[in-house]
C-alpha cells in the first residue's frame, strides 16, 4: 500500500510534497554516505598530514570505479521508474534482476582488478615515502568494499524508483554507527592506522550489504529480486547500455579528471593536498541537500515521462532548482565567511597550513556553490527522462575543459598558485549549469529515448 500511495503522490499528488517526500530522506541518506569519509578524516587527521594526504590522493582512483559502475545503477532506476509511471511492473521486476547481476558481476571484476594493479597507480600518481606506503594500504583493503557497496547502492536504487527514500535512509543509518564505531576502535585502540580506517569501512558495509539482500527478495513489494531468475535478457541488456553507458563514461571521466586534478594539488606539497581533500568533503556536506534534490527530480521525472506527463515532470524540475537555488545562496553567504570557514576547517586538523589554505579553499567554494542548485536539478532532470548522453558530455567538459582551462590561465597567466585549483573548482562548476540550463530550455529532455 506504501509503494502504490508513493506512485500516485509522484504522479498525481502535489508536486511540492512529492519532492519534500522523496528528498528528504535522500538528504540524510547522503549525509550518512558522506560521514563514511568524513569519519576516516577526522581520525586521519589525529595521526597526522601524511595519512591524510595519501587518502585524499587516492580516493579518486575509487570514485573512478565507483562512478562507473553507477551508471548500472543509474539506468536501473531511470528505467524501473519509467516502467512504472507506465504501469508495466512485469518489465520493472524484470529489469531489478537484470540491474542487480550486472551490478555485482561488475563490482567484484573491478575489486580483483584495483587490488592487483594499485602499487603502480600510486606510484603513478607521484606518491613516495609514507604517502605511497599509506595510500597502497588503504586502496588495496578498501576496494574490497565494492561488492557489498553495490548491493546497497542497488537497494537504494530499486527503493527510489517506486518512491521509497525512507528505507535506504535507515539501513543506511546502520552503516554509519557502525563505521562510528570501527573507525576509532581499529585505527586509535588497536594502533592500526590507515588499515584500520580501511577495514571500517569495508565492515561498515557488509553487514547492511546482507540486510539489502535479503529485503531485496521481498515479494510484497511491486519490484523484487526472483534468484530464479537472474538470467540476462538481451533487449533489456541493450536498454542498460543506452541508459546506463554515457553515465558511466561520463562519470568515470570526470573522476579521473579528479585524479588528474589530486596531481596537480600534490605538487604544491602534503599540506596543501591534505586541506584540498578537507576542503572537498566539507564542500559536499554543504551541497548534499540539493544533490538529493537532484536526485528526487530524477525519479519524478523518470515516473512522470513513463506515464507521458511532460508538464509535471517540467514542474517538479522548476520547483526543485528554485529552492536548491535558494537555500544554497543563503547557505553560502553564511559558510564563505572566514572566521566560520576557519573554524569548521579546524575540526579535522590541528596544523596551521593545512587550516589556512582549506579554509580558504572552502571560503571560495561556498560563496559560489548556489551554482550546484542549478547543476544538480539539470542533472536529474537529464536522467529522469533518460538522456543521459547529455550529462556525460557535461560532466567530461566540466573537468577536461572547463576546470583545467581555469587551472591552466591560473597557474601560468595569473600566478595564483595553490589558489588556481580553489578557482577552478568554482568556475568549472558554474559554467556547467550554465550549459545545463541552455540545453534544458531547447527542450531536449522531452525527446523519446527509448
Known amino acids: 500500500m506504501k509503494i502504490k500511495s508513493n506512485r500516485e503522490l509522484l504522479l498525481n499528488g502535489n508536486i511540492g510534497k512529492a519532492i519534500l517526500a522523496l528528498a528528504v530522506p ?130 537504494t536504487a530499486i527503493n527510489q524508483a517506486q518512491g521509497d527514500t525512507v528505507r535506504p535512509m535507515l539501513l543506511n543509518l546502520t552503516g554509519i554507527t557502525l563505521n562510528l564505531i570501527l573507525d576509532p576502535l581499529l585505527m586509535i585502540v588497536f594502533n592500526m592506522g590507515v588499515a584500520g580506517a580501511a577495514l571500517a569501512t569495508v565492515g561498515a558495509k557488509a553487514f547492511p550489504a546482507v540486510i539489502a539482500f535479503i529485503l531485496l527478495q521481498n515479494r510484497s513489494k511491486d519490484v523484487y529480486l526472483d534468484l530464479r531468475r537472474l538470467k540476462f535478457e538481451k533487449e533489456k541488456l541493450k536498454n542498460i547500455l543506452v541508459i546506463g553507458l554515457p553515465t558511466a563514461i561520463g562519470g568515470s571521466t570526470m573522476q579521473f579528471g579528479f585524479l588528474l586534478m589530486s596531481r596537480n594539488v600534490l605538487k604544491y606539497g602534503t599540506e596543501a593536498m ?23 527530480v530524477a525519479t519524478i521525472v523518470g515516473q512522470n515521462v513513463g506515464a507521458k506527463q511532460y508538464e509535471r515532470a517540467e514542474k517538479g524540475y522548476k520547483v526543485s532548482m528554485l529552492g536548491s537555488v535558494i537555500f544554497l545562496l543563503a547557505g553560502g553567504l553564511i559558510l564563505s565567511r572566514m572566521p566560520i570557514s576557519t573554524a569548521i576547517v579546524k575540526i579535522f586538523s590541528d596544523d596551521a597550513d593545512v587550516i589556512g589554505m582549506a579554509a580558504d579553499f572552502l571560503s571560495i567554494m561556498a560563496f559560489w556553490c548556489f551554482a550546484n542548485g542549478v547543476y544538480n536539478s539539470s542533472i536529474g532532470l537529464f536522467q529522469g527522462s533518460g538522456h543521459t548522453e547529455i550529462t556525460m558530455v557535461i560532466d567530461a567538459t566540466r573537468l577536461w575543459v572547463f576546470r583545467f582551462a581555469t587551472l591552466y590561465i591560473g597557474e601560468v597567466w595569473l600566478h595564483l598558485g595553490v589558489r588556481s585549483v580553489w578557482y577552478s573548482v568554482v568556475v568549472s562548476n558554474g559554467l556547467s549549469a550554465l550549459a545545463l540550463f541552455v540545453i534544458y530550455k531547447t527542450g531536449y529532455w522531452r525527446r523519446k529515448r527509448i
Open 26 to 155: 535522500v538528504v540524510i541518506n547522503s549525509f550518512l554516505q558522506t560521514m563514511y569519509n568524513l569519519t576516516d578524516t577526522y581520525w586521519l587527521g589525529r595521526l597526522g598530514t601524511e595519512e591524510l594526504a595519501a587518502i585524499n590522493l587516492v580516493t579518486p582512483v575509487q570514485n573512478i570505479i565507483i562512478n562507473f559502475g553507477s551508471g548500472i545503477t543509474v539506468a536501473g532506476s531511470v528505467l524501473i521508474s519509467q516502467y512504472l509511471g507506465a504501469k508495466r511492473d512485469g518489465d520493472a521486476r524484470s529489469m531489478a534482476n537484470q540491474i542487480f547481476s550486472c551490478a555485482l558481476l561488475f563490482s567484484i571484476v573491478c575489486a580483483i582488478l584495483c587490488a592487483v594493479t594499485t602499487p603502480g597507480i600510486v606510484t603513478w600518481l607521484g606518491a613516495d615515502g609514507l604517502t605511497w606506503q599509506y595510500g597502497k594500504t588503504y586502496l588495496q583493503l578498501v576496494i574490497l568494499d565494492m561488492p557489498f557497496l553495490y548491493t546497497v547502492n542497488m537497494y
Open 274 to 296: 591534505a586541506a584540498y581533500g578537507i576542503g572537498n568533503k566539507i564542500n559536499s556536506l554543504i551541497t548534499l541537500p540539493t544533490n538529493s534534490v537532484g536526485s528526487a
